[in-house]
Nanobody, 111 residues
């Protein structure tokens, strides 16, 4: 099976920025949806941002104007640029490409 690996998480102060990356261990052939999800303590997993296989982009209302998703399902890579981070953005962020999921990368926003 394909393994997805996320990177770029860490500890930042409120107002800071991070760029998350997701790469696949082997090629995924075809056009497919890709995106980022997150799960905070005590909460359900939620969609952060996604790019559909036809190029539509969706963002959670809470991140609109602050986060930007980009990706390439030929290169099997997806990114999430995060600006103006808030404490409520603290969560484990998971990458999704087609039917595959990464193990998550921790993002902590705290003073």
């Amino acid at each position: 099976q394909v393994q997805l690996v996320e990177s770029g998480g860490g500890l930042v102060q409120p107002g800071g920025s991070l760029r998350l990356s997701c790469t696949a261990s082997r090629r995924i052939i075809g056009s497919y949806d890709m995106g980022w999800y997150r799960q905070a303590p005590g909460k359900q997993r939620e969609l952060v941002a996604a790019i559909t296989r036809i190029g539509n982009i969706n963002y959670a209302d809470s991140v609109k104007g602050r986060f930007t998703i980009s990706g390439d399902n030929v290169k099997n890579m997806v990114y999430l640029q995060m600006y103006s981070l808030k404490p409520e953005d603290t969560a484990v962020y998971f990458c999704n490409q087609w039917t595959y999921w990464g193990q998550g990368t921790q993002v902590t926003v705290s003073s």
